[in-house]
């Protein structure tokens, strides 16, 4: 089955900066790759996703970039604010309903 | 209407008990999920049903029975539970197909005594 792996476990960046989250997968397979915004005590809550057959989407401060070659993803958090403040999950599905789920980034924004 | 809607939020139950958890959601989804979540962990699958047939058992034990009443309604049967089921139950669901967005309800804070 497919596995996934997140780096950092946890990310401390300064209001404004950048925060940058890694993930790989093992199954080539994989054709979709969403990331889930989970806030404390909240639902998860899906802030982008991208396809196989693109390398890279945006979403206003928010992007992911995909390398299929080499089997990994990342996401990009751009002028980070406070309400960035979550755990954020990396997943990789091939349309099996499996969704793999890393094991999770928090990330704190430090005013 | 994009919301998937759970009940109850919170639930204490002994371990002889019986009680169940309810998800609904109105966005005509034909797959919906449910999923356990420890603190600090990422949700895990449990079970999967489409089109309203059981399509996966992640092989969990027989103290969870999941049932699909029909398209919108998704429960699950709670019995002779341990205090290590104690977590964050999520529902989710999604298009008929695997690869799209998943919409997560705001999950049942079990605990187990």
């Known amino acids: 089955g497919e596995n996934v792996e997140q780096h950092p476990s946890t990310l401390s960046v300064q209001e404004g900066d950048s925060a940058v989250i890694k993930c790989t997968y093992s199954?080539?397979?994989?054709?979709?790759f969403p990331w889930y915004k989970q806030e404390l005590g909240k639902r998860p809550q899906l802030i982008i996703d991208?396809?196989?057959?693109?390398g890279e989407k945006k979403d206003q401060r928010i992007a992911v970039t995909l390398n299929k070659t080499a089997k990994h993803f990342s996401l990009h958090i751009t002028e980070t604010q406070p309400e960035d403040s979550a755990v954020y999950f990396c997943?990789?599905?091939?349309?099996?309903?499996?969704?793999?789920f890393g094991a999770g980034t928090t990330v704190t924004v430090r005013a | 209407d994009t919301e998937v809607t759970q009940t109850p939020k919170h639930l204490v139950m002994g371990m002889t008990n019986k009680k169940s958890l309810k998800c609904e959601q109105h966005?005509?989804?034909?797959?919906m999920y449910w999923y356990k979540q420890k603190a600090k962990k990422p949700p895990e699958l449990m079970f999967v049903?489409?089109?309203?047939?059981?399509?996966i058992n992640e092989s969990v034990p027989s103290r969870f029975s999941p049932e699909c009443p029909n398209s919108s309604l998704l429960n699950l049967h709670l019995h002779a539970l341990q205090p290590e089921d104690s977590a964050l139950y999520l529902c989710?669901?999604?298009?008929?197909?695997?690869?799209?967005?998943?919409?997560f309800g705001q999950g049942t804070r079990l605990t187990v005594v």
């Open positions: 989710a669901s999604s298009q008929s197909t695997g690869n799209t967005e998943a919409f």
């Open positions: 199954d080539s397979a994989s054709n979709y």
């Open positions: 991208i396809r196989s057959n693109v």
């Open positions: 997943a990789a599905t091939e349309d099996d309903y499996k969704l793999s």
């Open positions: 966005m005509g989804h034909r797959a």
């Open positions: 049903y489409s089109y309203e047939k059981l399509s």
